[in-house]
């Protein structure tokens, strides 16, 4: 739950005429007080009911009493206002809950304390199923100020308290939620009644948030995001400071106008925190392409992008797990941005589902952390460089793999904070990539099976599977992606590189414990290992002399898996 404190006014009858209306969209609906200092106080009703006028008037009437009393002694900007929002993925509370909350909400705040009968007089309105508004005047009975001092930070600690006995979703608070970036804002009312008689399926906030997102996953700098923002079709206009500095930006839809025919302007953090100008620079000047991504003179990169953004996004749920708060966020921030390029590149099948991925993965990865950007260079890196050297189906799915691993991460750190959206966003975003994922997958493996080596190899690799990963070879020999396993261990066997080698190698990046199919996490990790330079045949030899390498590899393949929270049944285990 968040509580807004809005600056005091001195208009009791317009706060409250507000809050009985049908708001600007007609967003209010059922109008009516859930609780007062007083349970006989008239009930105005919605402003089209009979004698709602002359009811408001006496609500006033009565709320501005003491004020009247007071005359001189009564406080500057006397009215009190404090708007109470559930989370979106909260049930509906009923009246009496509402009614509870106000009652706890007073109290706290010190505008009326329970048992004090001088407490001010108050009135908590709901026009809507998700919140209430509390409206106090501040002259307690006695005619002096109200004692509301530090009311903002008592609100916010009741409320915490309101959301564990209600079983609400728990809201991050403290000065982690003080700073760093901030979720995506809400569209309001108005705007998602727009959207509606427009026949849009999202507002124009979304719209832009989305369209500016995925420029800003592909922009290596200010004047190139500002470049793909306007290829999209947005209108996009800057301001710039007397010092000639640029001191910010704003958005709008070609189509979307106010009554005057003029566009209706969005600024950068208007949409989210994160997009405001100065974090939008922190960004891109973070931005390094990893040394292994250096161009040829033909054009081509020495490493492919994608196995370098899948090799790095494997290393994330360790940065999660063991990593500070600000290099953590910075690894999350640089993984949302790559889900949000991944549609630009992925056949047009499976494009609706990685952008929904991309949208549900925004509030997971929100922790209102300062990131750290200067973290995560090997993946941002790897992001901007993945626009010139599009992905084949292979690239695309052990991306889609590593992906969803990282997703569990960060759903398991958010369980362990208390986090529930972020937990919930993250389960989305696990419906999305796996979907995404069981789509492109079977093509990819199906294209390596095509070119399967002879059965006199296949054999050779069975010995060299169970020498090497004694505990999981008898499951991997029967598992689906076995065919397509020996056709990556024959591609990077023609490479130059060893068979046992690379399973050594690829079994020592991570457990295969916690694997639904340990041979699909084997068939990525050694597409990407034999992508790499050969070892020329001296450091061969000497790999084939050494009994450590092949030890380590047994002990990790045989390391039980770290305990960790269970992932939710309705996804594949990892």
């Not at 390029?341 to 990685?354: F, G, S, T, Y």
């Not at 997703?407 to 796996?434: E, G, I, M, P």
């Not at 076995?482 to 399973?503: D, F, M």
Request: charged share 20%; net charge positive; glycine share 6%.
């Amino acid at each position: 739950m968040i509580a807004n404190i809005v600056k005091p006014g001195n208009h009791t009858r317009g706060v409250l005429a507000y809050l009985f209306d049908k708001g600007h969209a007609n967003e209010h609906t059922d109008q009516h007080i859930v609780a007062s200092w007083d349970d006989f106080i008239a009930d105005p009703g919605p402003c089209d009911n009979p004698g709602h006028k002359q009811r408001l008037a006496q609500l006033t009437k009565a709320l501005d009493l003491r004020v009247e009393q007071a005359g001189d002694k009564a406080p500057e900007g006397h009215v009190w206002h404090c708007s109470v929002r559930a989370a979106p993925e909260d049930r509906i509370l009923t009246d009496d809950e509402w009614a509870t909350i106000a009652k706890r909400m007073v109290h706290a705040t010190g505008i009326a304390p329970q048992g004090d009968p001088d407490g001010c007089r108050w009135v908590a309105v709901r026009h809507a199923d998700d919140h209430i508004h509390i409206v106090a005047t501040k002259v307690r009975g006695d005619l002096r100020p109200a004692r509301n001092w530090n009311d903002y930070r008592r609100a916010m600690a009741e409320l915490a308290m309101v959301e564990k006995d209600f079983g609400l979703t728990r809201v991050a608070r403290g000065p982690e939620a003080a700073a760093g970036t901030a979720a995506a804002k809400r569209p309001t009312r108005a705007e998602q009644e727009k959207a509606k008689r427009l026949g849009h399926p999202t507002t124009a906030r979304e719209q832009l948030r989305h369209t500016v997102r995925t420029a800003l996953s592909h922009a290596k700098d200010l004047e190139e995001f500002f470049n793909l923002l306007a290829d999209a079709g947005l209108q996009v206009e800057t301001r710039t400071l007397p010092s000639g500095d640029l001191g910010g930006y704003k958005v709008a839809l070609p189509d979307h106008a106010n009554t005057a025919g003029e566009p209706v302007w969005y600024s950068g953090s208007s949409l989210a925190t994160d997009l405001s100008l100065p974090q939008i620079q922190q960004r891109l000047a973070a931005t390094e392409a990893h040394t292994a991504t250096i161009a040829s003179p033909a054009g081509h990169y020495r490493r492919s992008p994608w196995h370098q953004a899948t090799a790095a996004a494997e290393h994330i749920p360790h940065h999660l797990d063991h990593a500070d708060d600000g290099a953590a966020q910075a690894h999350l921030t640089v993984f949302s941005e790559v889900l949000y390029a991944l549609p630009a590149h992925a056949p047009v099948h499976l494009k609706a589902e990685l952008q929904r991925a991309a949208v549900a993965f925004e509030h997971a990865a929100h922790t209102r952390a300062r990131a750290d950007h200067q973290h995560a260079r090997a993946l941002r890196g790897a992001l901007k460089t993945m626009r010139y050297q599009p992905a084949d189906h292979t690239g695309l799915a052990m991306l889609l793999d590593a992906a969803i691993l990282v997703v569990l991460a960060a759903q398991r750190r958010s369980a362990l904070r208390h986090h529930n959206r972020q937990v919930a966003a993250a389960r989305q975003t696990l419906l999305h990539l796996q979907a995404a994922y069981d789509q492109i997958a079977p093509t990819s493996l199906a294209v390596l099976v095509s070119h399967r080596p002879s059965d006199n190899t296949v054999h050779r690799y069975a010995r060299t599977l169970h020498e090497v990963l004694p505990s999981h070879a008898a499951q991997i020999l029967t598992e689906d992606a076995w065919p397509a396993l020996t056709a990556a261990l024959a591609a990077a066997e023609a490479a130059g590189h060893n068979p046992a080698t690379v399973l050594q190698q690829a079994a020592r990046q991570r457990s295969l414990n916690d694997a639904k199919s340990a041979s699909e996490v084997l068939v990525w990790r050694i597409q990407r290992l034999g992508d790499r330079h050969a070892p020329g045949p001296g450091a061969r030899a000497a790999q084939a002399r050494s009994p450590h390498v092949l030890s380590t590899a047994r002990a990790m393949a045989a390391t039980p898996p770290t305990s960790t929270p269970p992932p939710s049944p309705t996804h594949r285990t990892r």
